[in-house]
């Protein structure tokens, strides 16, 4: 094979999509390329910008032959946004992706091969569903202060005022706090000097209750002309809580450890199903609430409690689930790390008086082992909602040995998914049912509701 180079110019045949949504080609020896923005079925002219020993990345410079699955994107910075990686992709072609994805790890990882595969959830309108943004603030290169998205792995902002998947009132709380900066000459933080003032600029909205929560992120302790802001923005319908988080750290993490409430509550509603939640700055809640719904359903549908089992919910967060499950359980018992969404599950069962759902603090890895070994805990259905990593492979054991009738993994990581659906395939359990839900249109992700029986 000859050496391939950066800069080097190809035309390619685009084969398969990346996990991240890049296409796949070749090049006629065989040397594999990533290119952002194609698709299957292209035929392209790339420039190679980065090379590894047996493949590289390039560039799109000419789209020869365009894929039937094409379509134009909406957003004029969708090509160099780093959020909506498939949005020149035909939305019935992106639903198609996904489930194949997961059909395709769940069989060759998973080493699934006999289970009923439902059909992908997709959305009416793929478009404006967000209810919560995350809007980091910087300078441009001619001085001006700006707000956006990061550009695919990079921290380089790119601007956007209208972005097409959130909801039209994070747009507005943007654009209202970046009219307040520029007329009061806010400064914007600067991830190179440490810098400035603001940093992110967060908004959380109830899609049912149409409450807003704004949170700054600040690098100190106070903004300035503080009522001038909490004025502009208390004119919009819905607003409900104005926070200020503290975060003086040279990190990416993006919240602080300290809040102060500039205004109103700091906690916004909303509902799923017939259950209330309150839902802080730090709360997990899932982004897509049209979509959070019927996904919730799905778990329920596959744990198919009848009243008399007891449930653990791992991972809980807020305890969305535990507390749809414990509507139709005897007993639920969530697990979470995170103290603050341990007190917001707690308070939400108050909230809508369910008494037959406990929560404990601490790593899932951990705390239910311990409460196997020496309070010989049970569970009839375990229902597991982990982040991206998946679970420890201590925590499947420790299901495994539990021995329940069911266990319902929801995941937005088909991968790791796949990879705990082969461990507990070797301890006891089939593969019986998966349903994909689309939570986030328009990029790659995708969540997987699994149910697991055991033999």
Known sequence: MNEIRKNDIFTIEITDLSEQGDGIGHTQEGYTLFVKDTLP???????VIKTKKNYGYARLEQLLTASPSRCEARCAVARSCGGCRLQHMRYADQLSFKENRVRELMTRIGGADDFEFLPIIGMENPWHYRNKAQYPVGVSRDGRVIAGFYAARTHSIVENDDCLIQMPQSVAVLRAVMSWMQRFHVTAYDEKTGRGLVRHVLTRIGYYTGEIMVCFVINGKKIPHAQELIDALT???????IVLNSNTRRTNVILGDTETLLWGRSRITDTIGDIRYEISAKSFYQVNPQQTEKLYRTAMEFADLKGTETVWDLYCGIGTISL??????????????VPQAVEDARRNALLNGIENAAFYEGKAEEVLPEKV????VRADVIIVDPPRKGCAQSLLACMAKM?????VYVSCNPATLARDAAYLRENGYRVEKVRCCDMFAQTTGVETVCRF???
Not at 41 to 47: I, L, T
Not at 324 to 337: L, M, Y
């Open 403 to 407: 021995a329940p009738e069911k266990i």
């Open 235 to 241: 004119q919009m319908d819905g607003m409900t809580g």
């Open 373 to 376: 070994e020496k309070e010989h």
């Open 41 to 47: 079925g292209d035929r392209a002219r790339v420039k």
């Open 324 to 337: 749809s499950a414990a509507r139709h359980a005897r007993q639920v018992i969530g697990v979470e790390i």
């Open 453 to 455: 029986v055991r033999q």
